[in-house]
């Protein structure tokens, strides 16, 4: 019988014209007669046939050229292939299903057959309703084998590239999976695992015990993984029960974390902690060690200008020597400062807490202020509330360095209007009071968006206040470290163009007689 077909290239204008196509069937068929009746029946079925073959070799050469969705093959053909071995040669080139046309049934044949693994078997003679019905589940079968080879394809990738070792095991915990990682990890193989508990293959130790841990199949951290070979990895493992659509547990995933990384990465970061820090000490120590030294020649200049003040000057040689003396000043301002934030860094500032006068401690302080604001035509005020306690414990040096710098800086930015500080107790607990300092001015202002940073060193609001307005911006830096070593707080409530108001909230010992 010689062969019929559809040439390709009309198959192909076809199967486009059509859009969605019916199925596409080869047939190999040595009986002439019952090729153009089985060709007559599918066509009848809605299929499309593309080729008809009458042997074997022709159906294995051909079929690459067609590509059909299904091949009906007669399990025995004459000549040198059979059905049996063309499907087998089909199926080792091509990805497409083969169902057996046969008139015989004996064992010996189907024996041979399934080593080709069909997709179905249509017995001669051939009936319409099991014709269908084997295409259809034979193309149904083979589309969920190809999703099927795609998933594992996929998941077969995934296992690899993943970075963790991942078990899978059986409800009873015998292992039914390995990935390369754990195969790395514990030293077993997956062939070598396959089937053996999980416990033997994964055997932890705990970290701060060394002794043997938990199961694998409990969420655990920082322990050992125990290799084959005696060797120990830090890890973390973690697990999840897989369960059926029912909530049955059917198995188990176990990944298993390497730590190793991680644990020299903390073990680094320690040490460059440890360094910086002696790093730091060591600039602190030696700001503080060169600060003092500044400060002793220093005062020196500044006792020898007063010296040279109270005798007998020439108005130029006055001039000159208050210049020298306002400059040195202003020096050993900003030597003190560098030493105050030094001795803060290096963890050296003391706070000395003794018993203090706090009215006569302010009223010094502000005594000062006043003459120098009433030369600047600003008002000055202080007032202390009532119940402001007299005596209280504490170091009254910082609380008096605190708010000097505070006022320094609301000297320096207001040029009219008024300078006030406001005292007053707003908690009271047993002996302690919380006392709230509020220094408030008329000045510049600061701008919202400003107010974040005005604590940090080396800092004013902006650009052009640096340039107009001198001084280092280390003030209420200062003032913020040392509220805090006096375990207080200090913030800030100012509007551009209407004044600032600086709050410092400080606890205080008072004495039994004043509670």
């Known amino acids: 019988m010689g062969t019929e077909q559809v040439t390709s290239g009309n198959f192909s204008r076809k199967k486009a014209e059509r859009g969605a196509?019916?199925?596409v069937i080869?047939?190999?068929?040595?009986?002439s007669l019952i090729a153009l009746d089985l060709r007559e029946r599918l066509r009848k079925l809605h299929y499309q046939v593309c080729a008809v073959s009458a042997s074997g070799e022709e159906a294995v050469e051909r079929v690459g050229e067609f590509h059909p969705d299904l091949v009906l093959m007669d399990i025995r053909l004459k000549g040198e292939m059979d059905g049996i071995d063309a499907a087998m040669a089909i199926r080792e080139r091509h990805d497409i299903p083969v169902v057996f046309l046969t008139a015989y049934a004996e064992e010996k044949t189907l024996e041979r057959a399934r080593i080709t693994e069909p997709y179905g078997y249509v017995l001669k003679p051939v009936q319409d309703r099991?014709?269908?019905?084997?295409?259809?589940?034979a193309l149904y079968r083979h589309k969920a084998d190809q999703e099927l080879r795609r998933t594992k394809k996929w998941l077969d990738t995934l296992l690899l590239s993943l970075g963790d070792g991942l078990l899978a095991t059986a409800p009873g915990g015998k292992v039914l999976l390995m990935n390369p990682a754990a195969e790395r990890l514990t030293g077993w193989t997956f062939e070598e695992s396959f089937g053996r508990?999980?416990?033997?293959?994964?055997?932890?130790?705990?970290?701060e015990r060394a002794e043997e841990g938990d199961s694998p199949a409990k969420e655990v951290h920082n322990v050992f993984l125990l290799a084959r070979d005696g060797s120990r990895t830090p890890v973390s493992v973690s697990s999840g029960s897989v369960r059926d659509s029912d909530g049955k547990e059917y198995g188990s995933v176990l990944l298993l974390h390497d730590m190793s990384e991680r644990l020299r990465y903390e073990v680094e970061l320690r040490r460059a902690k440890v360094a910086a820090e002696q790093a730091n000490r060591a600039k602190s120590e030696f700001f503080a060690v060169v600060t003092h030294e500044f400060r002793t020649p220093?005062?020196?200049?500044?006792?020898?200008?007063?010296?040279?003040?109270a005798g007998e000057c020439t108005p130029k040689q006055k001039e000159y020597v208050e210049i020298l003396r306002s400059s040195s000043e202003v020096l050993l301002s900003l030597v003190n400062d560098i030493l105050d934030l030094s001795k803060i860094d290096a963890g050296r500032l003391e706070i000395t807490e003794r018993p203090f006068d706090l009215p006569l401690l302010l009223d010094?302080?502000?005594?000062?202020?006043?003459?120098?604001c009433a030369r600047k035509g600003l008002h000055f005020s202080l007032d202390i509330a009532p119940d402001v306690p007299v005596t209280v414990w504490g170091d009254g040096l910082r609380l008096r360095q605190i708010l000097m710098n505070l006022l320094e800086n609301a000297y320096k930015f207001t040029h009219e209007g008024c300078v006030e500080v406001e005292v007053s107790e707003v908690k009271r607990d047993d002996f302690i009071s919380t006392l709230q300092f509020v220094v408030r001015d008329t000045g510049i202002g600061i701008a919202r968006e400003k107010q974040a940073a005005i604590f940090d060193r080396f800092t004013q609001a902006d650009g052009s206040a640096r340039r107009k307005y001198s001084g280092t911006g280390l003030g209420l830096s200062i003032a913020r470290e040392l509220a805090t070593l006096l375990e207080g707080t200090i913030t800030l409530e100012s509007e551009l163009g209407k004044g600032s108001a600086f709050q410092v909230e400080l606890p205080f010992r008072i004495a039994r007689d004043e509670k």
């Open 298 to 309: 220093l005062n020196g200049i500044v006792g020898m200008a007063d010296l040279l003040l």
């Open 26 to 31: 080869y047939i190999v068929e040595d009986e």
């Open 364 to 372: 010094q302080l502000c005594r000062v202020f006043s003459l120098r």
């Open 21 to 23: 196509p019916d199925p």
């Open 197 to 207: 508990s999980a416990d033997e293959v994964v055997r932890l130790v705990d970290e």
């Open 130 to 137: 099991e014709l269908d019905i084997n295409i259809q589940i």
